[in-house]
């Protein structure tokens, strides 16, 4: 058995921090626990653990800001999230649902909870995720995917047992709908009840699973609760999640980029020099405009 991807370490969630009013998270990466680079091509996982939001009349969430040299990716495991974006574009995910913003060249967005979601309150639950890019593509111009749930390549598991909903790469033959500028692997699995289930990825791509909802058995030998991450070694390519019942994972593995990594604030580059650069761009206004 030489082909097993090991967990390498099972992560707690380190203190959360507020980002705004709307948004408690935890960042799992870049921490002294798991380095800046040891997930690229993916540079943060921030996560929004499950809690509850009383209705109020204000939207909580963040202000316009702006971003260079990566991909934001916002996925709603519960409530609802809106966008707007200097590039023009905007949108609202609710359950099951992702955002995929490239800032690439530069952007200006604001995230907040969603209207109606915000007066009626409710459970909330998200991840964001910047997702580096190559130094040739940083400056590629913004884009923005609205990546539906139903949109989501589906690989439904025997007897009724759950669904893995294919974001972006391809599970079995199966792709899911997130265009990427590296290879990326994004999985979002429901399991229904009692389950095995087997997961094959390149031996070199850096990967990780976050636990949304119960308590999963890896490779028979490493139990993973709700709320923590499992970071795995780069030593094979198999791995095995079983379940006593109802569980809700997310599978992130990417092939890393061996690059230099130059971050300052919301921008993601490669070099010192850039980062100057980028600052100077977003003080003469050539990120654009939002209200
Ligand atoms: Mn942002």
Redesign the pocket.
Known sequence: MTNIKNVEKIFNPPPYHWVGDGFKVHTFFPSIGIDKARMSPFYLLDYNAKMEFAPSDTQRGVGP?P?RGFE?VTIAFNGSVAHHDSAGNSGVINEGDVQWMTAGKGVL?K?YHEKEFSKRGGAFQMVQLWVNLPSKYKMTDPNYQALEYDKMGKFELPDNNGIVNIIAGEFNGIKGPATTFTPIYIYDIHINKKTDLSIKLPKEFNTGVLILDGSININGSDTAETDQFALFKNDGEVFNISTKDKAKVLVLSGKPINETIFQYG?FLMNTKSEIIEAIDDYNDGKFGHLD
């Open positions: 800001h971003h934001t967005h995230e919301p």
